[in-house]
């Protein structure tokens, strides 16, 4: 087979023929839209309960001066709204909304019901969270809420409704934010009421007790139940708990959050016009934020890079590309960064000169209509003294206020970027229960809780250039170029239809492993894994060979007398593994990486491999009713490492279809070049290209309708040639040649689209 190689130049990356279609995005709005904004909204989460009169005069102030158009107000306002049950002072918080908009500054008001006050835990003590232990979590921090308590859910919902009807119709208020990072900290509840409400929740599941147990395969372990009753929620156990009781746990856990979200949100909706949010964090692993977007207006995120990190741009355009997935391919807004350190780390580093701007305009550039901050001001008291804010401890001579009003200058300009699309021709498919099922399974490999595999491909995207978008298994794949399916654990015949789909109509899809393992009730897949994938790839998954590390330390005296053991290989004891491209155009690519060519390597878990019988026989395919090619051996594992028992089999494979289409498969945890070195490849197939070719290191390029953003993480000045128009955060002309200053942007109106 001749396969083409990857072009050695690349012009900005043309329109896709046709955009991704968003299942969501017919009925949601921009945020602009919906908040009646000229330019990206700016702020921070405003606490002025916390603060005297002086300071709040003061604050109207700087945020004139620091172009805030919009504050996050009561979020945990709680007890001094409700100081006592049922006993409400509103009108405090009224007068800084008028004080507010009088000033021109929106208000995103806060339901306040994200940490209860202290009379709900003394009044009401069964409604504090009890820990898998059975401890009784206590008062004095914050979230201290149980997720089933009727008491908080009575009292929660009873606040939304005042605060409501009280301000609802305020002409200040232009968007509610209900409660505060859902499950936190209380992202799941073993009380009594959580209890019963499990088995109710079951009972809805399943309708009794027979299916439960099917479904569980409870005759495993003698834990089958003859009654729901005797069914507990996951707690302390003597070992391993079921791992489809833990998968429905994680559902029941999710459902039950998002539940007092959605409880607010009709409340909210019945007395009021203006749209809602809750602000998400990132790839959170505990909540299943596909499900969360359905009932929200606007997406909204927190996220806290480390800048410390050498990766944490990364972080930044991993959050922002899985926030506008989440949003249906529409804007969104960052509800939450830090505008310097924060406080919880072990080590809390300050964002370097320049930072806190770059990446308040790499967050534009992926998709935000708005950058607000935690908080305005730094708190003088508190678990969180020591995390910035706008206007931190040493006030207006200080770096940090100083950056806070170089950003809100910029951010100003860039009214031309609001409700401007980013049109991206790569997607990577992201699955929660997959996740979760993964988490849960005890076996066969672990790849840590936040979607690790994910991250790995997309940040390879980033690293070349390629503009993605992430999407749920659910949805249509009309329009990508190429597709990434890595570590779908649950097998998804809905998905494995999209993407035969996809394939059909010329689209390049690799699926990474370990991916349809096991099915929505946490059973294997029995027959060879990747289910529903198998026909698509025409392969399937026999076994799987974990690669724990070194297994303990050899004494270099024990070579005197273990005769025996020292003559043992032990392949599961290494950590990485050996590959050996055999395709050419492959070949091609690692040449061209490097002389000499650079090899291919795994590491943490590789898969025995096999082609399904006939599939190099091109059989008429009945369903997507175009025919399928061999199967063709791209990378044999080579015997390094800790492959010396999978020499010689396939490592990745490819299988084409009828009109140019092709599905991949890895079988291997590869490291970042061979990721790299395959999408160069995968990418030349499928004809997708970098947004602009040939950047300098340390330089991200993102395209919003038909402006270019040229962003300088790095450490040193970068030339970039062919930028030709407007820099709309300086209005000066760009003619070609450009020159970015250590961590900084340019945000160019381009002349020539």
């Known amino acids: 087979m001749t396969s083409p190689a990857p072009s050695a130049s690349a012009a900005s990356t043309p329109q896709p023929e046709h955009t991704p279609v968003f299942d969501t995005a ?33 604050d109207l102030e700087l945020m004139a001066e620091a172009g805030v158009n919009l504050v996050s107000l009561g979020i945990f306002s709680w007890a001094r709204l409700e100081p006592r049950e049922g006993r409400y002072e509103l009108d405090w918080l009224v007068e800084i909304v008028d004080r507010l908009h009088e000033a021109g500054i929106a208000v995103d008001l806060a339901t306040a019901t994200a940490s209860p006050p202290a009379w709900m835990a003394t009044d009401h003590p069964e409604s504090l969270p009890m820990s898998a232990d059975g401890v009784r979590l206590s008062v004095g921090s914050r979230q201290q809420y149980c997720p089933s308590s009727t008491v908080y859910r009575e009292r929660s919902a009873a606040l939304a409704a005042a605060l409501a009807e009280r301000l609802g119709d305020h002409a200040g208020v232009v968007m509610w934010h209900i409660g505060n990072e859902y499950g936190c900290h209380t992202a799941e509840c073993f009380c009594p009421a959580c209890a019963r409400a499990f088995r109710a929740w079951l009972a809805e599941r399943y309708g009794d007790v027979e299916r439960l147990n099917a479904a569980w395969g409870t005759d495993f372990w003698s834990q089958r139940y003859t009654d729901l009753e005797q069914v507990a929620p996951p707690a302390a156990m003597p070992t391993f708990p079921n791992p489809a009781q833990m998968l429905d746990w994680r559902r029941f856990s999710d459902h039950q959050l998002r539940s007092l979200m959605e409880a607010e949100a009709r409340i909210l909706r019945e007395r009021s016009k203006r749209p809602v949010t809750t602000n998400f964090m990132g790839d959170f692993p505990a909540t299943d934020y596909w499900r969360w977007a359905e009932s929200l207006d606007i997406i909204s995120d927190d996220s806290y890079p480390d800048p410390a990190d050498p990766a944490a741009a990364h972080e930044v355009a991993w959050a922002g590309d899985l926030m506008r997935g989440l949003a249906g391919g529409r804007p969104w807004i960052l509800m939450e960064q830090a505008p310097s350190a924060v406080q919880w780390r072990r080590r809390n580093s300050p964002k370097r000169p320049g930072q806190h701007l770059l990446w308040s305009l790499a967050r534009v550039a992926h998709g935000a209509d708005g950058v607000l901050q935690f908080q305005w001001r730094q708190s003088r008291q508190g678990a969180e003294t020591f995390h910035s804010g706008m206007v931190p401890h040493a006030g207006r001579d200080s770096r940090t206020w100083e950056e806070t009003v170089a950003t809100g200058q910029a951010l100003r300009r860039l009214g031309p970027v609001l409700g401007e699309p980013v049109r991206a021709e790569a997607a990577v498919v992201l699955d929660w229960e997959s996740q979760w099922a993964l988490s849960t399974a005890i076996g066969p490999v672990e790849v840590g809780e936040r979607f690790e595999a994910a991250r790995a491909w997309h940040r390879s ?232 070719a040939d950047l300098p290191d340390g330089v991200e390029a993102q395209r919003r309708g038909k402006v270019l953003f040229l962003l300088n993480h790095g450490d040193r000045a970068a030339e970039v040639a062919g930028v030709v128009g407007t820099d709309l955060l300086t209005g000066d002309a760009c003619t070609g040649h450009v020159v970015l200053a250590p961590r900084s942007a340019l945000v160019v109106r381009d002349n020539m689209r």
Do not use: K
Request: hydrophobic share 45%; charged share 20%; net charge negative.
């Open 461 to 692: 995207l980033w690293e070349a250039g390629i503009a993605t978008d992430i999407v749920p298994v659910g949805r249509t794949l009309d329009g990508y170029r190429l597709i990434i399916v890595p570590a779908v654990f649950i097998d998804r015949p809905e998905l494995a239809g999209h993407l035969e789909r996809a394939v059909t109509a010329g689209a390049q899809v690799v699926v990474a492993g370990p991916t349809g393992v096991v099915d929505t009730g946490a059973g294997a897949v029995l027959g060879g894994y990747l289910g529903a994938l198998r026909p698509l790839l025409g392969v399937r998954v026999t076994d799987h060979a974990a690669l724990t590390g070194p297994v303990g330390q050899s004494d270099p005296r024990g070579v005197l007398v273990s005769r025996l053991s020292r003559a043992v290989g032990t392949p599961g004891s290494e950590t990485w593994v050996g590959l050996e491209a055999v395709s050419e155009p492959l070949r091609r690519v690692l040449e061209r990486m490097g002389t000499p060519a650079p090899d291919l390597r795994a590491g943490g878990w590789a898969e025995e491999l096999r082609v399904d019988a006939g599939s190099n026989e091109a059989p008429q395919d009945a369903q997507a009713g175009q025919d399928r090619g061999a199967v063709e051996v791209v990378a044999v594992f080579d015997g390094r490492g800790g492959g010396a028992d999978l020499a010689g089999r396939p490592a990745v494979t490819r299988r084409t279809v009828a009109g140019a289409g092709a599905g991949w498969y890895v079988a291997a945890d590869l490291d970042s070049l061979s990721r790299a070195a395959l999408l160069r490849l995968v990418c030349a197939h499928a004809r997708v290209r970098p947004v602009v």
């Open 26 to 58: 017919a009925r949601r709005s921009a945020p602009h839209e919906l908040l009646g904004l000229t330019s990206p909204a700016y702020g921070g989460d405003y606490n002025p309960e916390q603060w005297d009169e002086a300071t709040l005069a003061e």
